[in-house]
């Protein structure tokens, strides 16, 4: 029997011998297709091939892709763990032909791989083909001998396909095979009849051919490609379980693994309960999805893909419950992910530790509000089946939503095994509401500039710091005025404006505004309350502004010079960390001043200094490289065919600005740039960091700044040498020298502390007295630190055997206190509570066990009323 990983590597292998390139899988993430939530097929980084904007080195080509299926049109979720063979992450095996070859081959590989090299029985097994397809038929008569009845048509639904709304699509054939009655999960109902294209898992699909030959378009009209394409398409689960002889995806040796690992957790075995066989079945599925997830960059988040993880590790959480692991434990899974998949995706090794964190950090974060929430809905569906109802309010949905984080799928997922609903058009419009109260803040400005204005600023400071304009708005505290004076702050709005507005994380723009009159006003920030408006904020510092005034506007050229030169540095920074840690680093923050950078990006822990040195170096050698900045505006489309950077989530127009440093960076940004990467100098990191689960956070500076650090460097360390006696260059080796003296006289210091506690041990045991037969202690001791006093309270417990034991030892401004007690006297005097009791005095505080306590204060001079309320404790005929 073929392990899973065998039987990917014979599928690659038989590929590769028929003319094939073996390419590895792309991200969960389209790296050129930021309007796709999540890869999910094989062809997804094919389809600019297919459309004829992109040519590749090659025209044949096989991969493993991973894939995830959680949204639109291909949304597994709701069935998974509740059959056998439903997936949201699986491995698709697929092989591609570019404008070479077509129907014949694609067919005839296929027949040869389950049959020849995979020994599948011809007669179980079925073809499927569009509805007027006779060149598929008759290929599949000719190269398989199938009996006409083995060979269907079928429609659009079944035989014809599309990766979404719109793009490249085409007719296919299925091949599908007879696993016989047994399989069959719907026996003994009334009427149902086991076919292929069925309803039950009797006949399943093992490989889609898709014969790409059309694109549809946003009209939905179908158009001819300039050449015909092969894209096919089989799950590794569904061919894996035929291969092994199991009928459930679940039971093939990878995901047996996974399901292992939870029994292991639990304490549970899968298959002795039918209800727990789903929580084990969605485990097993949700910790590959989430590993992968985080693997390829996507963090948890409220919105776009990273609440898609935030559902996915939720939902599998709240399995978690169901079979009584109530600790986070889907970060264990997570490991084993790693080591059963690693191997075909390295990518997983590499981020092992991130990947853990993340799901970790999640699990305990849910953990918060889980146990509230399931109270709540619990009580709510108690209400349900009193009243007799089957929906679950809107407002309870979206209470738990809001308030405890449940994802609306759970909730569903919860209520549907009741036998309940949610109300989903109440908590639509609750959402909705919640939405609009948003919109509604943040339009408010823009609502009130627009019917003003009537029309938005128009930013012209790309390629010039001055310009002349007219006064459109003026406002203070929100509301506006025709007129603002003297020493007034002001929003002031132009027609048009050289200074740029915050946004991208770029700061806004300083500099001055001056009226024909000579009115001055000082700008001292610039805003984008709307992405419409522009708005200078500043004081007047001389005479008044009007509506309708023609002013010049000048942009501090410092200022926007600085800021040019972190905003390019950005970029390569940006470029050279995806280079160094890998592709799944991803832009999560980032602010652009004069002073410095701030770049915040998707990784999980530290980067070793010795990593953040190569960084820093290969971003400098771009900086002397002295690449050409390249900025240009096309449509969102063609940057990224032209490999520009995007994310999902982010917005962008139908043009966009493109900015291209060298050959290594291409992003899309609105920002102000330099114009050759060497203006920016020199670059220097200053600090790297966590700052959230997968989060890291590096600052640098560029330019003078960059230069001004090294100075500083540069006389901190002639400080220090003037400080140690040596010139810079012997100074660290001068200091290390006399940090080694300080530990050995720090170390002679404890030595000679130590001997005069031992020599006052005499003299100690001297003082004590007799207590109804026991001996007590009570003393204070000079010169010795709370280590050693530990120690002298020791050795005089040795020496004197049975008793009591209380030392105090003053220092400067503080108090050390330490008491023992023999085991044997334990019920008569509590060490920790004596010491509790009487280290307030001192201005301190403290405890510990019954034989012994140590506490710390801060007034020597209250040692000796401290000593007689101890002596007081003692004496009591009941001690506390």
């Not at 008044?544 to 410092?558: A, E, P, T």
């Not at 810079?728 to 020298?737: F, G, M, S, T, Y």
Request: hydrophobic residues 35%.
């Amino acid at each position: 029997m073929m392990t899973g990983n065998e039987i990917r590597k014979s599928f690659l292998d038989f590929f590769a011998k028929n003319g094939h390139t073996v390419v590895r899988s792309s991200s969960l993430v389209p790296e050129k297709d930021p309007t796709l939530l999540f890869t999910n097929a094989g062809m997804v980084q094919f389809k600019n091939i297919f459309l004829g904007v992109e040519k590749l080195p090659y025209v044949r080509a096989a991969s493993s892709q991973k894939c995830l299926r959680i949204s639109g049109k291909h949304n597994d979720l709701e069935a998974v763990g509740r059959d056998t063979y439903h997936h949201t992450f699986f491995e698709m095996l697929g092989n591609w032909s570019f404008g070479d070859y077509y129907k014949e081959e694609a067919i005839t590989w296929a027949w040869e791989l389950l049959t020849r090299e995979w020994k599948l029985p011809k007669e179980k097994l079925w073809a499927t083909v569009y509805l007027d397809d006779d060149p598929a038929e008759d290929l599949w008569r000719k190269v398989s001998g199938l009996p006409a009845d083995h060979i269907l048509r079928f429609g659009d639904k079944d035989n014809f396909w599309e990766m979404g709304e719109t793009g490249p699509c085409g007719p296919c054939s299925e091949i599908h095979l007879d696993r016989g009655p047994a399989a069959c999960d719907h026996k003994g109902e009334r009427g149902h009849i086991c076919r292929v294209n069925g309803d039950c898992a009797r006949y399943i699909e093992l490989w889609n051919l898709v014969f790409i030959q059309y694109n549809r378009g946003e009209d939905k009209k179908l158009q001819e490609l300039p050449a015909k394409h092969v894209d096919t398409g089989m799950g590794l689960e569904r061919i894996a379980a035929v291969l092994q002889g199991v009928l459930s995806n679940y039971d093939v040796d990878f995901m047996r693994d996974l399901i292992s690992t939870t029994e292991g957790l639990a304490q549970k075995r899968y298959g002795a309960d039918a209800t727990a066989d789903v929580s084990f079945r969605v485990i097993a599925d949700h910790g590959r999805a989430v590993s992968f997830l985080i693997g390829d960059g996507v963090l948890p988040s409220n919105e776009g893909r990273g609440y898609v993880l935030r559902r996915l590790l939720r939902r599998a959480a709240r399995h978690g419950r169901l079979i009584g692991l109530e600790k986070p434990f889907l970060y264990q899974v997570a490991g084993t992910v790693v080591s059963i998949m690693g191997g075909a995706y390295p990518e997983l090794r590499a981020e092992e530790s991130r990947i853990r964190d993340v799901i970790r950090a999640e699990e305990e974060r849910f953990a918060e509000t889980l146990e509230k929430g399931l109270a709540l809905l619990e009580t709510a569906i108690g209400d349900l089946k009193q009243e007799k109802k089957q929906l679950l309010s809107g407002e309870i949905a979206f209470r738990l939503y809001d308030t405890y984080g449940f994802p609306i799928d759970l909730t569903q997922d919860i209520l549907s095994a009741e036998g309940f609903a949610v109300d989903q058009a109440g908590f639509e419009e609750l959402m909705e509401e919640q939405r609009n109260r948003a919109r509604d803040a943040r339009e408010q400005l823009q609502a009130v500039v627009r019917i003003q204005l009537d029309r938005e600023v128009r930013f012209i400071g790309y390629d010039r710091l001055q310009a002349e304009s007219t006064v459109l708005g003026l406002y203070t505290d929100g509301a506006g005025k025709s007129e603002v004076g003297e020493n007034q702050e002001v929003d002031l709005i132009t027609a048009e404006t050289p200074f740029y507005g915050e946004s991208g994380g770029q700061v806004g723009d300083r500099g001055t505004i001056e009226s024909s009159r000579g009115d001055q006003m000082e700008v001292f920030d610039t805003q984008h309350p709307t992405p419409q408006i522009t708005v200078h904020r500043g004081r007047v510092k001389k005479g008044r502004f009007q509506i309708g005034d023609r002013v010049h506007l000048v942009v501090n050229r410092r200022h926007r010079q600085r800021t040019m030169l972190n905003h390019s540095a950005t970029h390569i920074l940006h470029s050279i960390l995806r280079e160094e840690l890998g592709t799944h680093v991803r832009q999560a923050g980032s602010l652009v001043a004069p002073e410095r950078l701030r770049f915040d990006f998707s990784h999980t822990g530290p980067i070793l200094p010795e990593k953040l040195e190569a960084i820093e170096e290969k971003v400098n050698e771009r900086i002397r490289a002295d690449a050409e900045v390249r900025i240009e505006e096309s449509t969102f489309d063609e940057a990224l065919r032209r490999g520009a950077l995007a994310f999902f989530g982010d917005k962008y127009g139908d043009r966009v600005r493109v900015v291209k440093i060298g050959d290594f960076s291409t992003e899309l940004c609105g920002g102000t740039h330099v114009h050759r990467s060497g203006e920016i100098g020199v670059f220097k990191l200053q600090s790297e960091g966590g700052i959230a689960a997968g989060v890291r956070r590096v600052e640098a500076v560029t330019g003078d700044g960059a230069l001004g650090l090294i100075r500083s460097y540069e006389q901190r360390l002639k400080e220090i040498g003037e400080l140690v006696r040596a010139n810079p260059d012997e100074a660290v080796e001068k200091v290390r020298k006399l940090l080694q003296q300080q530990k050995d006289l720090e170390r002679e210091i404890e030595r000679l502390r130590g001997q005069i506690g031992k020599n006052q041990i005499p003299d100690l045991l001297a003082r004590k007295e007799s207590l109804d037969g026991t001996n007590i202690l009570i003393a204070q001791v000079d010169g010795v630190e709370p280590k050693q006093l530990r120690e002298l309270a020791d050795q005089l417990k040795d020496r004197m055997g049975s008793g009591f034991i209380f030392l105090a030892s003053p220092g400067e401004g503080s108090v050390s206190l330490v008491s023992t007690v023999s085991k044997d006297l334990t019920k008569r005097f509590h060490a920790g509570n004596i010491i509790k009791d009487v280290a307030p005095i001192v201005g301190g505080g403290g405890g510990g066990r019954p034989d012994f306590a140590q506490a710390g204060g801060k007034d020597p001079s209250k040692i000796d009323e401290l000593l007689r309320r101890v002596e007081e404790i003692i004496r009591k005929p009941t001690v506390p």
